[in-house]
Structures are given as C-alpha cells and as structure tokens.
C-alpha cells in the first residue's frame, strides 16, 4: 500500500464550502493490488493483483464520476500503480477531466522513460517511498535495491522536471537515521518530505516490532520539528501526514498558521478511497469490512456518496462516539480523535487514538506512559486488523528527564 | 429529470486560533490559555515579531469572506 501524497497542495485547501457540501476533493486510488515489492509494513498486503479489478473503461467510468462530484485531484497509488498496463490511460483520463494527477510509487523497476510518459499523459507530481537509510528501506520494502532505485527515481523526476515528494513510514528503528535521510533525500532532488507513522494494519500486525510505542513520540515530534526547521533553510518542507498529530507545541510549524490547523479527519466528509476491484471508501487505508460502501459498477459514485452508512461517519460527528482519553480532550471538539484509520486498525474502533502528541505530554505529566500490546493477529486478507491491547503504565524512572 | 440525491450536509471545523503568548491553538474567544495559563489574547513579543499577527489577520479576513459566500 502507497502513503498519501502531500497533505498541503493547494488543490486540496478545503474551504468552508467543501466541508459543509461534503465534496470529495481528494481521492486516493489503488488502481490495482498487483506489487513489486514485499513490504512488511503493507496494510493492503498488496502482491498479487485483485480477483475483479476495474476495466480500462470502467476505470475512464470512475474518472468521470469524480469529476462530476468535484474531485480536484486524484492520487494513483497500488500494489504499484504502474504494474498496470493502461496506467497512463488513466492519468490522461483524470488530466483530462480536468483533476490533478498524482501517484504514489515504491519506485522499483520505474524507468526514465516511464516517468518522462507519465510527465506527457499530465501526471502532475511523484510520491516516492524512501522509508530510511538502505538497509532498512531495503529490508521494510523486501527487496535488494529498491533503495537505491528509490533514490534514482528522485533524481529521474528532477531531470524530468516532474514534482517529487518523498514519503517516509515512522518504524521503531528509524528515528536515528532520519537526520541523515533527509540529506540524502535533499541531495537526490525531493522538495517535500511527508513523514507518516505505521500503522497496525496488515503486515504491519504481522511484524509488530516496527510499531512504534505511542511514548516515544516524545522524542520523534521534537526531532521532526528540528528537521523541519532545517529542511525549510535548505527548501525542503517537512510535512506531516494526517496521523501525525495533534494540536502539541510544533503544530504551529507544520500545520500553520499560514497553512491551517488540524481539522479532523476528513475521511469520507472530502476524501474518497477506491480499492482496485471498485470497492467505495472515506478513505483508501481504513479497514474493508467496517468501511467498504460497495462496488462502484452496481451503483453511481455519487449514490453512494450521498447515502451509504459507511461514508456518513464524519460529516456531523460530534465527540459522542469519543472515548478514553480522547473523550475528554481540550481538542475533542476539533480534533475528533485524529486519524480513524489508526485509531480503528489499532483498537478496533474509531475515537481513541494514542498516538497524540497533546495526549502524551498530558500524561507524562501525570507520569503515566501509553504502550501498545498485540493481542489478536490480523487475517491473511487486504486491510485486514488485528487487535491492540493499550496498557497504561508510570514512566519508569529512567526515562524521566532531570 | 432528478439528479443524485446531494450528501447530506457536513460539519465545520471548529474555529482555533493560536495563544499569542506559547503559540499553542485554543479556541476562538478563549481567555486563559489551557496550556499556558496566560491571557492567550495578549500579544507577545514572539507573537508579533514572527509575523503571526499578519498571518492571522489574513486568516480572518479568508474567514469572513467565506461565510459571506455560504
């Protein structure tokens, strides 16, 4: 499964319009299961392609659509976007309709001359995943050398004069290497670096060792908030994604105020997710069986999106389905418990989510720390969970600064 | 000849602005800063010297405008 693009494009501004419309601005669209790579971390467990997924022209069908309900961009991503053989047909279709492309790529096995024909169909910018220093990347991404084509992809879309971005999955093991990637990944051309955490999804339940504790946000939001600083005298800007959050003392870096604040999770209220064999989302990441809305050949995007239960979670929701510390945050009102997909695919529903920079800080306080424990593994199925046991405990000493 | 039926309408978020003493979002209109403990209306130094009161004039003229064209 590819990360999200940039969050901070400006094709996806929300205004207050869209929010109260519930326009589908973003869509993020695996147009098909099939991989290059084995990443352990996957929560889709992408590999081989899906059973019955979109046609060349039901996939034009699902470009239309959008455009009709006012999408302004859509991200391709997979499995590997381009395994498919008419993925550029699609990104003409969506430049064509008027929509910004984008997509979302391992970069394995991506030549010059690919990315040089997605630049000519009106592919707008490259998301490449570059998850640490090589062996690490290597060794998350399952594959000899997809580090290094990563990295000459980046360089590829500079001399192509196509946008790169790089996304960065947060393991347990990367915080220290990430001072040196971002030198590595400035040098290789990347403008903007979008840092997400992983999450307990998939593969990722499967191998919960590079899950990172909720605790040790107290060294990577300050460590990121350094790299962002730096990055921006050095024109590359650190982003954080939608699971990286909210509202602790660095927010006002990276989330405005001349960008905005955190303002909820906008699944299904202004971003869609479309799985390859036409199953509906309010988001690409969050788990099929509680938020699949049906296939988009038996019933019109817009019908869906108007009607079906599991797109509606978002568009009025108060902090009534809140719980835990969440329930009674300061920010509840605003913040609704951050991100569903992380929330859900840890805890098995949606409203608590402790990974929050604010609610750590809050509990150090009260010397108490959060630690995630697997209790249940996660079926051997695309976006599948697993279940997270959260133990609160006191912050042991040592860990306790001067 | 009807189209599709229109999503039922969504919520907004709530408005935040940043405490001008600690530059920690709070919400419109809040007096103490929950994280602070000061008057998060009260300018600050920081606050006026690192272009955020520029920034948020800008922000609420954006707003204004936004709900005159709801």
Known sequence: MAELMLDDGPSRRLSLRDQIDCVPVYVVWEITLACNLKCVHCGSRAGHRRAKELSTSEAIDVVRQLAELGTREISIIGGEAFVRKDWLTIVRAIHDHGMDCTMQTGGYKLSREMIESAARAGLLGLGVSVDGLQPLHDRLRGVPGSYFEALRVLDDCRSVGLIASVNTQITSTIMPQLPELMDVIIDAGAKYWQIQLTVAMGNAVDNDEILLQPYELTTLMPLLADLHQKGRERDLLLLPGNNIGYFGPYDVLWRGPDRGYYGGCPAGQNAIGLEADGTLKGCPSLATERYGAGDVRDTPIAELWATHPALQFNRNRGVDDLWGFCRTCYYAEACRGGCTWTADSLLGRRGNNPYCHHRVLTLAERGIRERIVKIEDAPALPFATGRFALVEEPIPAADIGP | ?70
Not at chain 2, 4 to 30: D, N, S
Not at chain 2, 33 to 40: K, L, M, Q, T
Not at chain 2, 48 to 63: A, K, M, N, P
């Open chain 2, 1 to 70: 000849m009807s189209g599709p039926p229109a999503p039922p309408q969504g919520r907004t978020a709530p408005v935040l602005v940043l405490c001008r003493q600690c530059l920690r979002y709070v919400f419109e209109g809040t007096a103490t800063c929950p994280h602070c403990g000061r008057d998060s209306r009260e300018m600050s130094e920081r606050y006026r010297d690192g272009g955020y009161l520029e920034i948020e004039t800008i922000q609420r003229i954006d707003r204004a405008v936004e709900r005159r064209g709801e």
